[in-house]
């Protein structure tokens, strides 16, 4: 299974690396207050920039990452996901950098996750000091006690943790987490094939003092306007906005769809 090949990649490279000297900067970004849907207000869209993936295969490069990570700002994305992983989705923490710089001479406050296969407390430490708010954290990875470990470190590190889950099991280990975002992915990691009715089901028995974010398998406005009915708060919206040479029109419609 291609999970399984993509953990054993991670162990390998986890070894490899050093902590860095800083962990933190005195930017905060309250992700988790910025993604909160209040009554009458719309789902917020998280947009993504990876270069490749397995499911996937190679995405549109015409952008460099500043340009697409701009445009997704423009657009009005509520927070950009940077793929860290090398070997099977071309990213690195470098473009988390890149991003956060990127934004922050632009003046625009969009928080970036740190989206890898985090399975120790240096991805975290790592993560940070390139200027990640937030980090995911994979369930179907971990063990339940490094869930609850894993989520209590990154808020010390100042980073917001986005404990994703795939099914009621999972969601049971994340709430026992004090990790305020809960993101349910579409997808199944092992087969790399889309649910979306047992992702809608997961999304809706997330508790309300937790923040729903739907992960994966958006591709059309209908798409939208049909979670922006339901529990989910936030959604991230990856693959299809990646094929795309320029972003800018189809996040405009999605955005507004949002706002439906």
Same mark, same amino acid.
């Given at each position: 299974?291609?999970?399984?090949?993509?953990?054993?990649?991670?162990?390998?490279?986890?070894?490899?690396?050093?902590?860095?000297?800083?962990?933190?900067?005195?930017?905060?970004?309250?992700?988790?207050?910025?993604?909160?849907?209040?009554?009458?207000?719309?789902?917020?869209?998280?947009?993504?920039?990876?270069?490749?993936?397995?499911?996937?295969?190679?995405?549109?490069?015409?952008?460099?990452?500043?340009?697409?990570?701009?445009?997704?700002?423009?657009?009005?994305?509520?927070?950009?996901?940077?793929?860290?992983?090398?070997?099977?989705?071309?990213?690195?923490?470098?473009?988390?950098?890149?991003?956060?710089?990127?934004?922050?001479?632009?003046?625009?406050?969009?928080?970036?996750?740190?989206?890898?296969?985090?399975?120790?407390?240096?991805?975290?430490?790592?993560?940070?000091?390139?200027?990640?708010?937030?980090?995911? =954290?994979?369930?179907?990875?971990?063990?339940?006690?490094?869930?609850?470990?894993?989520?209590?470190?990154?808020?010390?590190?100042?980073?917001?943790?986005?404990?994703?889950?795939?099914?009621?099991?999972?969601?049971?280990?994340?709430?026992?987490?004090?990790?305020?975002?809960?993101?349910?992915?579409?997808?199944? =990691?092992?087969?790399?094939?889309?649910?979306?009715?047992?992702?809608?089901?997961?999304?809706?028995?997330?508790?309300?003092?937790?923040?729903?974010?739907?992960?994966?398998?958006?591709?059309?406005?209908?798409?939208?306007?049909?979670?922006?009915?339901?529990?989910?708060?936030?959604?991230?919206?990856?693959?299809?906005?990646?094929?795309?040479?320029?972003?800018?029109?189809?996040?405009?419609?999605?955005?507004?769809?949002?706002?439906?």
């Amino acid at each position: 299974m291609i999970l399984d090949k993509i953990v054993s990649s991670k162990r390998a490279e986890i070894a490899a690396l050093k902590a860095p000297s800083a962990t933190a900067s005195g930017r905060h970004i309250d992700v988790a207050g910025l993604l909160k849907r209040r009554s009458g207000e719309p789902l917020r869209i998280l947009t993504e920039f990876k270069r490749k993936s397995p499911s996937a295969g190679e995405l549109s490069r015409t952008l460099s990452l500043a340009e697409r990570v701009t445009a997704y700002a423009k657009a009005g994305a509520s927070l950009v996901s940077v793929l860290c992983d090398g070997p099977f989705f071309g990213g690195s923490y470098d473009d988390v950098a890149e991003a956060r710089a990127v934004l922050d001479r632009a003046g625009r406050p969009v928080p970036i996750l740190a989206k890898e296969f985090i399975l120790d407390e240096v991805q975290l430490q790592i993560a940070r000091s390139k200027g990640a708010d937030a980090a995911l =954290l994979i369930v179907r990875i971990l063990q339940p006690g490094e869930v609850v470990s894993l989520a209590k470190a990154a808020r010390e590190y100042g980073l917001e943790p986005l404990v994703e889950v795939a099914n009621e099991e999972e969601l049971a280990i994340a709430l026992r987490t004090d990790a305020r975002l809960i993101g349910v992915n579409a997808r199944d =990691l092992d087969t790399l094939r889309m649910d979306p009715e047992r992702a809608a089901k997961i999304v809706a028995s997330i508790p309300d003092d937790r923040v729903a974010v739907h992960l994966s398998g958006l591709k059309t406005e209908d798409d939208v306007r049909a979670l922006s009915k339901g529990r989910a708060e936030a959604a991230l919206v990856g693959e299809i906005l990646m094929r795309q040479d320029d972003p800018t029109d189809l996040l405009t419609r999605f955005v507004a769809a949002a706002r439906e």
